[in-house]
């Protein structure tokens, strides 16, 4: 089992470009998160999946957009990037609501110019 | 809002000696408390975790004490080591059941365990 991967590891993008960080798992989880990192500010949910094509917002869904047309996927989008969506990225997977440990991916750290 | 308030953001402990971070919150209905360990470039994953109904729980050198009624918790680590040194972040839920399994994070604890 590889847990939960992150596509990419690293990227930087300029004011305005789009791109998407995908999360895989292969833990056959229902539920799946996308959040933030900040330094002092901990982790901050963007937006998060319960099932296969549906998502939903979590503490900070602005300038951010979520698909999860399979189970295994979910992948967060930036339109048009900002310098404020400078962060590192992480995504999490649960088995269920009941789910006791949410397995968290390795990061993707973005910079955006 | 920040759901979780966590204290110190950073620590500073001697090689043996006892690191102590606590957290506290307001909203009785959490029922699920873990605390997660990060290290430099990973993500973090589950140390341990405690539910309302006891008052401490032991996992090795770790252990979280529990107070309902303060509405307070915090992890101990005992004969603290330079492995030991990581982001901690405490957090919790609301009725696992129902709320879909989202986590409330405190802003994390910076551990340094000096040799």
């Known amino acids: 089992n590889a847990g939960v991967t992150q596509t990419p590891k690293f990227r930087v993008l300029k004011t305005g470009q789009s791109m998407t960080l995908l999360c895989a798992q292969d833990?056959?989880?229902?539920?799946m998160y996308w959040y933030r990192q900040d330094p002092g500010m901990g982790l901050r949910l963007i937006h998060y999946s319960v099932g296969e094509g549906t998502t939903a917002k979590g503490e900070v869904p602005d300038g951010y957009n979520v698909s999860r047309l399979k189970k295994q996927n979910f992948l967060l989008g930036l339109e048009s990037a900002a310098p404020s969506q400078t962060s590192v990225y992480f995504c999490?997977?649960?088995?269920?609501?009941?789910?006791?440990?949410?397995?968290f991916g390795p990061g993707t750290r973005l910079l955006v110019l | 809002q920040q759901q979780v308030k966590q204290s110190p953001q950073s620590l500073i402990v001697q090689k043996g000696g006892i690191s102590i971070i606590n957290c506290a919150y307001e909203?009785?209905?959490?029922?699920?408390f873990p605390w997660y360990q990060q290290f430099p470039g990973k993500g973090p994953a589950l140390l341990i975790a405690?539910?309302?109904?006891?008052s401490e729980k032991k996992e090795g050198r770790f252990t979280i004490s529990f107070n309902k009624s303060a509405k307070q918790f915090s992890l101990h680590i005992m004969d603290s080591q330079p492995g030991d040194s990581a982001t901690y972040f405490c957090a919790a839920t609301i009725d696992r059941g129902s709320t879909l399994g989202r986590l409330y994070f405190g802003r994390g604890t910076q551990l340094t365990v000096w040799p």
């Open positions: 405690i539910r309302p109904d006891v």
């Open positions: 909203n009785t209905a959490f029922d699920y």
């Open positions: 999490a997977s649960v088995v269920a609501a009941w789910g006791e440990t949410q397995y």
């Open positions: 833990m056959n989880h229902e539920y």
